[in-house]
């Protein structure tokens, strides 16, 4: 019974941990930045409940931004059903991305051979690889550890599951939760949420500052994966760490998290940084096709010269958005 208790808490607090700091705060948007291999450590806490590859998973989010609460844009927005924003839109999918659209939106993830494996290639290969690795997981705890072992990992990792699933739903749900921010969305601030999910329930605060490492803003939400990150940050194992101005904390001034305008450093750098292209796709200051070429993959091409000139094309796009 006591190894069921241990690898049910164990299970259940890295799977959270992993979704919260790993695929959300992490990759998603780029709160912070962590050592390679801890940072992977963290990934692989979601991989590992079943969440689907990095790619896949960080990709909806930033469409969730993009369009929160915008019907059919939106991945997951209760407004095409409460049962579709808590699980149907990974069984049924409305909005679907292709293979093209995953490298747009998600390529600083592409630049990592880790993640592109993950991905397996796409199609639906990315969730194959990931039901067979967590499979064969948990065979290997029902060999090492036996049956009670297996049991609370099945368990806690089902939990770590759902808590994200409550976040897309729940916490845009109005009558559920609260507001500290005006939003153009429904995003609410959810306790009983932030509790499950380590402090992503804080939902408003978040999607009025996406790039926030730090959820809870008031002293009484309470955000779990802000106390892990601010012991790291002791050891000083976390480092870029973003948080909104003062200011925009007390008014309801529009704010962007210690963070360059994209536009600006485009202008004045040629290494565009991770932070900088996920950035794009939450701080809507870009509504054009991104335009990053140098660090993106290119795009498929069945030949030499279709590959040129998409490069050409993509040039063009630089040189327009930085002339603005
Ligand atoms: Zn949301
Ligand atoms: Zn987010």
Redesign the pocket.
Same mark, same amino acid.
């Given at each position: 019974m006591e190894i069921f208790l241990i690898a049910f808490v164990l299970s259940y607090t890295y799977g959270v941990l992993g979704i919260s700091i790993g695929y959300h705060r992490g990759l998603s948007h780029r709160s912070f930045k962590l050592p390679r291999l801890l940072e992977y450590f963290f990934v692989m806490g979601g991989y590992l409940v079943f969440e689907g590859g990095p790619i896949f998973w960080v990709a909806s989010h930033r469409l %969730?931004h993009r369009y $929160?609460d915008v019907p059919g844009k939106d991945p997951h927005t209760p407004l095409d059903g409460a049962w579709h924003s808590f699980l149907g839109w990974m069984s049924k999918p409305i909005v679907k991305i292709s293979e093209d659209q995953y490298r747009l939106i998600v390529p600083d993830l592409y630049r990592d051979p880790f993640y592109r494996f993950l991905h397996a290639g796409g199609g639906n290969n990315d969730g194959y690889l990931c039901l067979a690795i967590n499979v064969a997981l948990r065979l290997g705890i029902l060999t090492a550890f036996g049956p009670w072992a297996l049991l609370g990992n099945v368990l806690g990792s089902v939990g770590a599951f759902i808590a994200p699933l409550l976040v897309?739903s729940i916490? %845009?749900m109005p009558k559920y939760g609260y507001q500290n921010y005006k939003t153009n969305d429904l $995003?609410q601030n959810v306790w009983f949420v932030a509790i499950a999910s380590f402090g992503e329930g804080w939902?408003n605060n978040h %999607?009025k500052f996406p790039q926030s490492a730090r959820h809870g803003l008031r002293p009484i939400e309470y955000d779990f994966s802000w106390s892990v990150l601010s012991l790291l940050k002791l050891f000083g194992l976390v480092q870029n760490i973003r948080l909104p101005r003062e200011t925009a904390l007390q008014g309801n001034e529009v704010a962007v998290a210690n963070t360059v305008d994209p536009v600006v450093l485009a202008r004045t750098s040629k290494e565009v940084s991770d932070e900088t292209l996920a950035d794009r796709y939450s701080a809507e200051l870009l509504d054009e096709q991104p335009a990053f070429e140098d660090q993106t993959l290119p795009l498929k091409a069945t030949s030499e010269e279709a590959a040129a000139k998409h490069r050409k094309s993509q040039k063009d796009r630089v040189v327009a958005i930085t002339k603005r």
């Open positions: %969730h $929160s897309n916490c %845009h $995003s939902h %999607h």
